[in-house]
């Protein structure tokens, strides 16, 4: 290997991308390997971790720092739905959906912003979901208030970290063909898309592509923003 290219390689910033291996988190791996070293931690990822057990977040993120000595750009795209009517909803699954939905990003930007406080740069980037400004439906009550708490970790943590070269942003997907919404009906797709400034199925890359701009030079002026990606549903 060449002397530039061992240079380019130690340079190469590193993305940990959390719910890589769902689809739009394995999207966004794919997108941002491109450019950077990616680290997927997830049940099954190249660390994997029980986002949902503060314990073995930090093991993760230990791993991580052990190993790579860094992380430049935390994406948070892992989520738990727990869908279930208001009435009756067990407190204990309550929690199980903030533990992974915002406490373990909260853990993870933690333990990795110091050091992109010491390089200058940082990007810290959750991916939300435009349900926050329009329920599509019932039972979605802790999903739907854990991303809007993510909504204003974004907002909040731009400002205590924006002095130190970390912008934070969120991308909000709508409605997108995934394994996971197999089990919505065509007709629905159809439906939400129909209302939709472009009326066209979204996919995974939709919002990757935009989470890949967030991660790179090309982001570094947008902090605190939340840029919804549905094809024009939600206009905020």
């Not at 660390?47 to 991580?64: E, F, K, N, T």
């Not at 853990?107 to 390089?119: H, I, N």
């Not at 996919?203 to 605190?224: H, I, K, N, Q, Y």
Request: proline share 5%; glycine share 10%.
């Amino acid at each position: 290997m060449s002397t530039v290219s061992s240079q380019a390689a130690r340079e190469r910033r590193v993305a940990v991308v959390t719910g890589g291996a769902g689809a739009i988190g394995g999207a966004i791996a794919a997108r941002l390997a491109t450019d950077h070293t990616v680290v997927v931690l997830d049940r099954t990822g190249d660390v994997p971790v029980d986002l949902g057990d503060p314990d073995d977040v930090h093991r993760a993120a230990g791993s991580v720092l052990d190993r790579y000595n860094r992380c430049d750009v935390l994406v948070h795209a892992a989520a738990m739905t727990g869908f279930g009517p208001f009435e009756g909803y067990e407190l204990h699954l309550w929690r199980q959906v903030q533990a992974v939905n915002v406490e373990s990003p909260l853990l993870l930007a933690q333990a990795f912003t110091p050091g992109m406080r010491e390089r200058g740069f940082g990007r810290v980037i959750f991916v939300v979901s435009n349900t926050f400004w329009r329920p599509s439906g019932a039972h979605m009550l802790a999903y739907v208030a854990s991303k809007g708490a993510l909504v204003g970790m974004t907002r909040t943590l731009a400002v205590e970290l924006g002095a130190h070269g970390i912008s934070v942003t969120a991308v909000a997907p709508g409605l997108t063909r995934t394994p996971a919404t197999d089990v919505v009906p065509t007709a629905e797709f159809d439906e939400v898309a129909a209302h939709q400034a472009m009326p066209r199925p979204l996919v995974p890359d939709d919002s990757a592509a935009v989470v890949a701009m967030l991660a790179g030079d090309s982001g570094a002026a947008l902090t605190g923003q939340v840029l919804t990606v549905d094809g024009g549903l939600v206009m905020r």
